[in-house]
T-cell receptor, first 112, second 109 residues
Framework: TQLLEQSPQFLSIQEGENLTVYCNSS?????LQWYRQEPGEGPVLLVT?????EVKKLKRLTFQFGDARKDSSLHITAAQPGDTGLYLC????????????FGTGTRLKVLA | DSGVTQTPKHLITATGQRVTLRCSPR?????VYWYQQSLDQGLQFLIQ???????AKGNILERFSAQQFPDLHSELNLSSLELGDSALYFC????????FGQGTRLTVV
């Protein structure tokens, strides 16, 4: 059972376009993280959000944690080819069997 | 470089065999997390250790076990290997397992 659904699964856009990736669950998380992973490498942490409604910005990337701490979004402004990669959200639960849950992933390709 | 070191980088072994994967966390980190990443299952949390003690357990098979030693390095033992165990195995350390190693690619043939 996948508890964290990401959408879209795949995204191919032109350089300069904006995009939003969604991470949704019916479970409440104590914190949520976003990672980017390149082929053959480990995921690299981009941001951690812990408070419902929290918004964090990292250059052209804006991360939002839902008010109920069940969902999150990642918005990229003016995408660049260097943004290409697999984006993963991950939630930490305070109860239940699976404490750390990763999303299904969004594979982004930005074309020059 | 995340500061998390995993060895070996690649491992090829036969079904039924047993292997040990090793992880050294970042300097000062007491927690170690193990994950499995496969094409069909995505990234799955296996187990977490904190300062030598098991802290949280995820979707880890009974054929798999882990431990964390006094020097804080950790080992993941996989036994009675099956073809379906072929995957990338990651170790992470830091708060919430934020810092990942480069992984061990296990191929079971």
């Amino acid at each position: 059972t996948q508890l964290l659904e990401q959408s879209p699964q795949f995204l191919s856009i032109q350089e300069g376009e904006n995009l939003t990736v969604y991470c949704n669950s019916s479970s409440v998380f104590s914190s949520l993280q976003w990672y980017r992973q390149e082929p053959g490498e480990g995921p690299v942490l981009l941001v951690t959000v812990v408070t419902g409604g929290e918004v964090k910005k990292l250059k052209r990337l804006t991360f939002q944690f839902g008010d109920a701490r069940k969902d999150s979004s990642l918005h990229i402004t003016a995408a660049q080819p260097g943004d290409t990669g697999l984006y993963l959200c991950a939630g930490a639960r305070t109860s239940g069997t699976y404490k750390y849950i990763f999303g299904t992933g969004t594979r982004l390709k930005v074309l020059a | 470089d995340s500061g998390v070191t995993q060895t070996p980088k690649h491992l090829i072994t036969a079904t039924g065999q047993r292997v040990t994967l090793r992880c050294s966390p970042r300097s000062g980190d007491l927690s170690v997390y193990w994950y499995q990443q496969s094409l069909d299952q995505g990234l799955q949390f296996l187990i977490q250790y904190y300062n030598g003690e098991e802290r949280a357990k995820g979707n880890i098979l009974e054929r798999f076990s882990a431990q964390q030693f006094p020097d804080l390095h950790s080992e993941l033992n996989l036994s009675s290997l099956e073809l379906g165990d072929s995957a990338l195995y990651f170790c992470a350390s830091g708060e919430g397992g934020a810092f990942f190693g480069q992984g061990t690619r296990l191929t079971v043939v």
